[in-house]
Structures are given as C-alpha cells and as structure tokens.
C-alpha cells in the first residue's frame, strides 16, 4: 500500500501534528472502532464468538442475543495552577521531553470532582482548592477514553509538590512565559532529533493543548493593566 500510494504508515500521536479536525477526528474514531471490535470478537458470558453488523456499531452473540456497544473509559485531566504558574508532569512513556496535565481514570463510584481531587492527590501530593470544568474530547489512545478537561487551582504556599514515582517520571511548575514558548514549538519529534530544549507540550488536537492555551490566555489577559 506504501508503494502504490506513494507515502508511508506514521504512529497517529506523531500524527496529530499536521492533522486538521476533521480528519484526525476521523482517523481517531476509526482506530478506537478497529481496536473495540479486536478485543470484543467473542461473548463475556456464552464464549462463542460475536457477530459485527454492516456498520460495525454493535456486536452480537448468536447464541443468547447479547448486544455490545462501543464504550468509553471516562478519564479526568486536570491542569493545575497556583495562580502564577500551572503545573505539567510526564510519564516514563511520553516521548521525550513531553510535559501534559495530570490525567487519570474515574474509579466506580467516584464523581468528576471526586476523580480529580484523588488523582492530584494521589500523583503530586496537592490539596485542590477550586474546580472548573472546561470541555471533553474522545480519546483513542490507549483504548478509546472520554477526556474530562478541568482547570484546578491551589492555595498559595502549598505547592511542594511530591511526585508519586510509581505513576509519574516527573512533575513541575512552569511559569507563563515557559509555557508560551512550549506551545510554539512546531513538530517537536522531528526538531528533538537535532536540538535540545527543556519541554514541549502535547498537539494543538490535543485536549491537553487546550488546556494549556487557556490558562496562558486567562494569565495574559489578567496581567494586562486596566
């Protein structure tokens, strides 16, 4: 397929660099779809294996008429601010050099606020003070998840912030203008080949990157003189 189109097969995450909505919206749809239907070729209860319909929107036992339906983890991600800076952590396997918000899934029973607080708590130690929703976005990686976006602040003066190394590599506070500088950094898997710099942030399709924009322009917007 490489050689009759003339191009080659790229990991979707490098992808959604040079993605616009509509077709990473798509091709993220289509690969959470593929990866569902992989992991669901068989009944939870008879064993035997389901059947797909023409749309491939639902799968089907045969034998006790059971219907399954694509489903979605919910997953909270948090940005956290102290007011002047906002804070961003990475895993052990986020490409290198890659700073996100704190993210994390809803555990049964827990509410969205609940699922926040823990998690903060859980990886970097921090008690929130307020809470603010921002928005959604369907996430495939790494098995199709809803991506709750919240903005969560901290009182001043507690932010020592205690990395829970059985979850994070890392985890930091950044000032207004590093992260400003962050988000203009363009494909930062191909310039991380010829240069060094401190951080990068997830795509602008990213949940993540939303986030991260909206306090650097809630930030901006309130140092402006009045």
Same mark, same amino acid.
């Given at each position: 397929?490489?050689?009759?189109? $003339?191009?080659?097969?790229?990991?979707?995450?490098k &992808?959604?660099?040079?993605?616009?909505v509509?077709?990473?919206?798509?091709?993220?749809?289509?690969?959470?779809?593929?990866?569902?239907?992989?992991?669901?070729q068989?009944?939870?209860r008879?064993?035997?294996?389901?059947?797909?319909?023409m %749309?491939?929107? $639902?799968?089907?036992?045969?034998?006790? $008429?059971?219907?399954?339906?694509?489903?979605?983890?919910?997953?909270?991600?948090?940005l956290?601010?102290?007011?002047?800076?906002?804070?961003l952590?990475?895993?052990?396997?986020?490409? $290198?050099?890659?700073?996100?918000a704190?993210?994390?899934?809803?555990?049964?029973?827990?509410?969205l606020?609940?699922?926040?607080?823990?998690?903060? %708590?859980?990886?970097?130690?921090?008690? !929130?003070?307020?809470?603010k929703?921002s928005?959604?976005?369907?996430?495939?990686?790494?098995?199709?998840?809803?991506?709750?976006?919240?903005? %969560?602040?901290?009182?001043?003066?507690?932010?020592? !912030?205690?990395?829970?190394?059985?979850?994070?590599?890392?985890?930091?506070?950044?000032?207004?203008?590093?992260? !400003?500088?962050?988000?203009?950094?363009?494909?930062?898997?191909?310039?991380q080949?010829?240069? &060094?710099?401190?951080?990068?942030?997830?795509p602008?399709?990213?949940?993540?990157?939303?986030?991260?924009k909206?306090?650097?322009?809630?930030?901006?917007y309130?140092?402006?003189?009045?």
């Amino acid at each position: 397929m490489e050689t009759e189109l $003339k191009g080659s097969f790229i990991d979707l995450r490098k &992808a959604l660099f040079w993605l616009n909505v509509k077709d990473a919206s798509l091709l993220s749809t289509a690969q959470a779809l593929l990866r569902w239907h992989d992991a669901h070729q068989f009944c939870s209860r008879s064993g035997q294996p389901t059947k797909k319909n023409m %749309a491939g929107s $639902k799968r089907v036992c045969p034998s006790n $008429k059971i219907i399954y339906y694509p489903q979605m983890a919910p997953v909270v991600i948090t940005l956290v601010s102290d007011g002047t800076r906002c804070l961003l952590a990475r895993q052990s396997s986020f490409p $290198k050099g890659m700073y996100s918000a704190l993210a994390g899934f809803c555990d049964i029973g827990e509410s969205l606020e609940e699922a926040v607080r823990r998690e903060v %708590a859980e990886e970097v130690g921090l008690e !929130i003070e307020r809470l603010k929703f921002s928005a959604s976005q369907h996430w495939p990686f790494p098995n199709s998840s809803l991506m709750i976006a919240c903005h %969560a602040t901290v009182k001043p003066g507690q932010t020592e !912030i205690q990395v829970n190394v059985r979850e994070l590599e890392a985890a930091a506070w950044f000032s207004h203008d590093e992260v !400003i500088t962050a988000l203009k950094r363009n494909d930062p898997y191909t310039q991380q080949q010829n240069e &060094a710099f401190p951080f990068w942030v997830p795509p602008k399709l990213a949940i993540a990157n939303q986030l991260i924009k909206e306090w650097v322009e809630k930030s901006t917007y309130s140092s402006l003189p009045a």
